[in-house]
């Protein structure tokens, strides 16, 4: 550490000017790094300093107390010297100014966003990270006493089962995962409508089922207390219905419920019994909406509901299309967004058509596999998690079923198309914008009959009069029920009936 | 809050994950929260999972927050380390994970060296090296025998120690006295005026100091409450790692009329009082022990995914976590980013060394950075960056310590009891204020400033606490 004796050096003392040692060594080091300057020591003249500025060869002449501010300077030339004592002199004056504060410090999970909100208030999470990490946001919001929605798929069963035993201890309730629809006191979480608020409560394992059913009792004057999507495993074996179990509790405990209609595909039957037992052991009556081969109408059971509540069944809304001859021979391509939706037309259709093939088969020898382009009836669930990966939900990004439709037209198979729609908040702001060319694009090509299931209320954002005007327009029928649009669509099918 | 309670009235929404359903919740007139998620720094997703689904995890944690926070410490004794940790004549503990004399870096080297020529065991620097390389003296880590050691850490049979128990569980831990700054054993330098110092402070400091505990204490006087000295520092602008101003003085305003009385002569006590009040990181010896008493106190407990120990050797840096128990995590040593001394720069300065992020482990020193604006400056930041450096550090931890109160953060206590499950999902790791050694051996201090854990350690602490949650 010997320092060279080379250039100009200066040395000073002054007294009555203190900074801290942070500040001093801030000031040295910026000073030191300028141009000819070749040491610098601003520091209190302590005895450890004064030893520092002999060893660099810039101890002062004079004797020096601790009190005093020592500037020492080693330049090759005397420009330099000046222009680093005036720097020294300009960073002791300068004001120090902010580059942050605490309130730019993001928070990165939910538990920590779950900390920052006032203990009494209500509050929900909701999770759309990628599967592999909404076990640990899930995880937080249960530890915080939360309840959660985890619209994320990919979540291991195992874990599902987890989360929810944790949710039950902890008196919460794990909506999901897989998850894409709830309304909790009439604030629509994922993809939901805009239905008025009533006495009708919707335990659904099923996203686009709670979707259907719901826009049927808003068309109906009836209003949801509820929804509650408990994620499409949970009335599986493996989970046991843990959340639906739950979610009845809850909706029996509140007083704004009045009735509760469980939406699901088939359970497996013990889960079925015990959540029947359960359900007969509530103050307030439930009614299935199971799709299965003996009930596989959600719209029927919808009108059973509103039977049970002594309500009449309105004719549902819909938009007649062109009259359109029925095409012997053609076959049914299913297009749609929901699962259960797609679901239900396949149960609806089977017994008319004979065989679907299907990405979601209704028995595993149907299986479709990748081929979406396969001949003969054809039901593709375009929400299917395998067509999701790594692109939204075709409920907000459409490019997956537009492209089948255009290759569908080319190929020239006879055919009736059926297609969902469901509109809501979360969904794609304007579906007929993109939807209505590539029909009439396709229709150009080829008779293609065109009928819609349009899933959503008036008051829906996207509106349910305007969309289904529009598609009209272009061509196509459309029904609010996606049971009424599935046996139109097996209408238009003639022959094959 | 219930499942019931939240059927009653429209829910205010935290969230995780893509933007339109926060947007639609916007638009329905929802009070939403996002939150800015990223993917986990580090860690097999399937290692976050099983240890966030653990069943054990909540109360293991708490609990070991619970221990922490719980533990007091009080100065109960002076004594040489032979005394108190039952050294073998033979051996030298140092700070952070073990390591043979091969490995030890420069400020390690010479502080081992000049224990070894304190304790004459060796005449020159020479023949200090040729015992150390040779495997004469036994090198074994401060923690394993409930001691830390700032910097280097060599602590060596005839140094005295200060004696602290925590009166809530009744364990003690103890720590060297701090010799002051300069050219000091701590940074490695063993010049003939760091040997002669060590020499003082055994045959003049550590007995003046022990008599001034102990009578008191056999007086009946009430134990120095140090956890006290430490809140209190906080309230007056220290952080207790990188400056114990504050601290020092108080220490020295509660041993003083002590001292006074001790039967001595009264230029010894006269030097003691001197040196005292010369040395700003004189409590620093007395807040690490303070920190490792409650630490200690969270060891051993299944589930619990808290860091109980952050130490660096020089060479490399480890961790321990409450449920793990003894099993260190290590990584390289990261070098400090900082301010140096004089004409020393940063190729000056060696890897991270010293127990005395044990302070971090506890909630204070990086991280109460805001109740100690001055240090932030360190690394050219400046006030609202020592607050941002604090709020980043709630989130990685698992309690906020009443007991430390952060007066800026309107007397917010300091984060406390870093969660390596928390450190892996935000990708911040731990921050530390540090002194930085010389890299060659003899040197001393070249400077001061901040440096982070390397995430190795982390990453290798997730894995075992996965796995151990997967055998319970």
Same mark, same amino acid.
């Given at each position: ?28 080091? /910026? ?220 909706? /029996? ?54 039977? /049970? ?75 299917? /998690? ?112 | ?10 829910? =205010? ?88 004399? =091969? ?48 910097? =280097? ?283 930085? =050694? ?35």
């Amino acid at each position: 550490m010997a320092a060279p004796p080379t250039g100009v050096r200066s040395v000073v003392l002054r007294s009555g000017v203190y900074a801290d040692s942070v500040k001093l060594m801030q000031v040295s080091r /910026d000073v030191g790094a300028t141009e000819g300057v070749t040491g610098v020591l601003v520091a209190m003249a302590t005895p450890l300093n004064l030893e520092i500025a002999e060893n660099m060869g810039l101890a002062p002449d004079e004797e020096a107390s601790p009190e005093q501010l020592l500037i020492a300077i080693r330049a090759t030339d005397d420009a330099a010297l000046a222009a680093a004592t005036a720097a020294v002199d300009a960073a002791l004056a300068a004001r120090e100014r902010s580059s942050a504060t605490a309130a730019t410090i993001p928070l990165r999970t939910i538990g920590a966003g779950l900390d920052e909100l006032p203990v009494d208030t209500e509050a929900l999470a909701i999770i759309s990270v990628p599967g592999q990490y909404a076990v640990a946001e899930a995880a937080d919001a249960i530890a915080a006493g939360r309840s959660v929605l985890v619209f994320s798929d990919g979540v291991p069963v195992e874990h599902e089962v987890l989360l929810k035993r944790a949710a039950h201890d902890a008196g919460v309730l794990v909506m999901g995962p897989d998850c894409g629809t709830a309304i909790v006191s009439g604030v629509a979480l994922g993809f939901a409508n805009v239905v008025r608020p009533g006495p009708v409560g919707l335990v659904a394992a099923s996203g686009t089922g709670a979707q259907q059913v719901s826009c049927l009792l808003d068309a109906a004057g009836v209003g949801v207390s509820h929804v509650l999507g408990v994620g499409g495993r949970d009335l599986k074996a493996e989970v046991g219905g843990l959340a639906t179990l739950d979610a009845l509790a809850a909706l /029996d405990a509140d007083p704004a419920t009045e009735r509760v209609l469980l939406v699901s595909k088939p359970p497996a039957p013990a889960v079925a019994e015990a959540v029947r037992a359960a359900a007969d052991g509530l103050s307030v009556p439930v009614r299935d909406a199971v799709l299965s081969a003996d009930a596989p109408d959600l719209t029927a059971a919808v009108e059973g509901l509103l039977a /049970d509540m002594g309500r009449e069944v309105p004719a549902w809304p819909s938009r007649p299309g062109p009259d359109e001859k029925a095409v012997p021979g053609a076959v049914l391509k299913g297009f749609f967004s929901g699962g259960t939706l797609a679901d239900e037309a396949m149960l609806l259709a089977s017994p008319a058509l004979g065989e679907i093939r299907s990405n979601i088969p209704l028995r595993p020898e149907l299986d479709l596999g990748t081929d979406l382009a396969a001949p003969g009836h054809v039901v593709v669930d375009f929400g299917d /998690d395998a067509l999701t990966v790594g692109r939204a939900h075709p409920m907000i990004d459409p490019t997956l079923r537009l492209e089948a439709i255009s290759n569908l037209a080319a190929r020239r198979e006879p055919a009736v198309l059926l297609l969902d729609v469901v509109l809501g908040y979360g969904a794609d702001p304007d579906p007929a914008h993109s939807l209505v060319p590539a029909l009439t694009a396709a229709r150009r090509h080829v008779p293609l009959p065109v009928v819609v299931a349009l899933i959503g209320t008036e008051g829906d954002p996207q509106g349910w009069s305007r969309q289904a005007d529009a598609l009209a327009a272009a061509g196509a029928a459309v029904f609010a029920s996606n049971a009424q649009a599935t046996r139109y669509a097996l209408d238009l099918l003639g022959g094959a009936r | 809050m219930s499942l019931q309670e939240l059927l009653a009235t429209p829910p =205010a929404i935290v969230a995780a994950g893509v933007d339109v359903f926060s947007d639609a919740l916007r638009a329905q007139g929802a009070e939403v929260h996002d939150v800015d998620w990223r993917p986990p720094a580090f860690g097999d997703p399937a290692d976050l999972a099983a240890l966030a689904l653990d069943a054990r995890r909540a109360a293991a944690n708490r609990t070991a927050v619970e221990r922490v926070l719980a533990a007091g410490s009080q100065l109960v004794d002076v004594q040489p380390a032979r005394a108190v940790l039952d050294l073998p004549d033979r051996m030298l503990l140092h700070a952070g994970p073990p390591i043979e004399w =091969a490995d030890a870096s420069g400020p390690m080297r010479g502080a081992l060296i000049g224990a070894c020529l304190f304790e004459g065991w060796a005449d020159t620097a020479e023949e200090a090296e040729r015992i150390l390389a040779a495997g004469e003296i036994a090198l074994d880590p401060c923690h394993h025998h409930s001691a830390v050691g700032p910097m =280097a850490g060599v602590t060596s049979p005839s140094m005295w120690m200060w004696c602290l128990q925590d009166p809530v569980g009744g364990g003690r831990a103890f720590c060297n006295l701090n010799e002051g700054l300069g050219k000091v054993l701590r940074y490695g330098a063993y010049g003939p005026e760091v040997i002669e110092r060590l020499h003082w402070m055994a045959d003049v400091l550590g007995p003046v100091l022990a008599a001034a505990v102990r009578t008191p204490l056999e007086a009946g006087v009430d134990p120095i409450d140090v956890k006290a000295i430490l809140a209190q520092m906080l309230q007056m602008g220290d952080e207790g790692h990188n400056r114990n101003r504050a601290g020092s003085a108080i220490t020295l305003r509660e041993l003083a009329p002590a001292l006074a009385e001790v039967d001595a002569p009264a230029k010894a006590i006269s030097a003691v009082l001197r040196f005292i009040g010369g040395n700003e990181h004189f409590f620093l010896n007395l807040g690490m022990p303070t920190a490792k008493l409650a630490m200690d106190a969270a060891r051993g407990v299944p589930g619990s995914t808290m860091v109980t120990v952050m130490a660096r050797n020089g060479t490399e840096f480890g961790i321990q976590t409450a449920g793990t128990g003894d099993r260190w995590f290590t990584g390289p040593a990261q070098t400090p980013v900082g301010l140096f001394l004089g004409d020393y720069g940063p190729d000056d300065a060696n890897p991270d060394i010293g127990d005395s992020a044990i302070t971090e482990t506890y909630g204070v020193g990086g991280f109460s950075m805001a109740a100690a604006p001055a240090i932030v400056r360190f690394v050219g930041g400046t006030v609202p960056d020592a607050l941002a450096t604090t709020e980043r550090m709630y989130q990685v931890t698992l309690a906020e310590n009443p007991a430390m109160a952060i007066p800026i953060l309107g007397f917010r206590g300091s984060p406390t009891g870093i969660d390596v499950l928390k450190v892996a999902r935000t990708g911040w790791l731990p921050q530390i204020n540090t002194g930085m =050694a010389g890299a060659v051996a003899g040197t001393g201090q070249v400077g001061a400033g901040l440096v982070q854990p390397p995430q190795e350690c982390f990453e290798k602490a997730l894995a075992a606490l996965a796995e151990e949650t997967r055998a319970a």
